[in-house]
């Protein structure tokens, strides 16, 4: 069965830490892998997006994600927090034609000053 | 760019009634679905069509009804609200075909249903 697993409800990091958010996948074909951020009151913004290639994918805000295909994940991660970066962050697993995405659970970022 | 737009944004019905979320985009985009969002789990596919006069039900499609006319529109009906659909809906579009995969969201209606 198709799955998205997001092993951490929340998070909290101080500004300027690094972050890593963890995202575990189950999909039975080859996976096209996303995430996205959501702020709080608005709609699903892509941070990224991995289809094929360098495994090492780059996205807005600084945030970077690399695909492991031998461990199932594609984790996200920024070298240095900023305190607009508290939002709540969710996986995503689909197809190239595939008529439906998988989503997380999602996991809350709070950012300390 | 509108995007994906999403009416009403805020939305209190009782128990009972009926009412119909709209969405509309201008990407020409073949693929549009509807999520629903609830603490704790993540979006779940309501339905989602990809084309129109081309529609199919998704992981809780229950008490939900869409159509798609145009390209541009699908919207989504609640027959008879119930508080279990009490929750943030999500309006999402994409391409059909080709490599481009990621959905683009609307900003969300809130429903509450007394």
């Known amino acids: 069965a198709q799955s998205v697993t997001q092993p951490d409800i929340h998070i909290t990091v101080s500004e300027g830490a690094s972050l890593e958010l963890r995202c575990n996948y189950s999909y039975g074909a080859t996976p096209y892998l996303f995430w996205y951020v959501q702020s709080p009151g608005q709609g699903l913004q892509l941070l990224l997006k991995?289809?094929?290639?360098?495994?090492l994918v780059q996205g807005i805000k600084g945030f970077e994600a690399e695909f492991k295909r031998s461990q199932s994940s594609f984790n996200l991660r920024k070298p240095s927090v900023h305190w607009s970066d508290a939002a709540e962050y969710f996986c995503?697993?689909?197809?190239?034609?595939?008529?439906?995405?998988?989503f997380g659970t999602g996991t809350s970022l709070t950012v300390i000053p | 760019n509108a995007g994906v737009t999403q009416t009403p944004k805020f939305q209190v019905l009782k128990t009972g009634q009926s009412m119909t979320l709209q969405c509309a985009q201008d990407?020409?985009?073949?693929?549009m679905s509807w999520y629903r969002q609830d603490p704790g789990m993540g979006l779940r596919l309501i339905h989602y069509?990809?084309?129109?006069?081309?529609?199919d039900q998704g992981e809780v499609p229950n008490g939900y009804n869409v159509s798609r006319s145009t390209t541009e529109d699908f919207p989504l009906r609640l027959l008879s609200a119930a508080p279990s659909q009490t929750s943030v809906y999500f309006c999402a579009s994409r391409y059909w075909g080709g490599n481009t995969g990621e959905l683009f969201f609307g900003e969300g209606s809130r429903l509450t249903v007394l």
């Open positions: 991995y289809f094929s290639g360098d495994t």
């Open positions: 069509s990809v084309g129109a006069g081309i529609t």
């Open positions: 995503a697993v689909g197809a190239n034609t595939g008529n439906q995405f998988y």
């Open positions: 990407m020409n985009h073949e693929y």
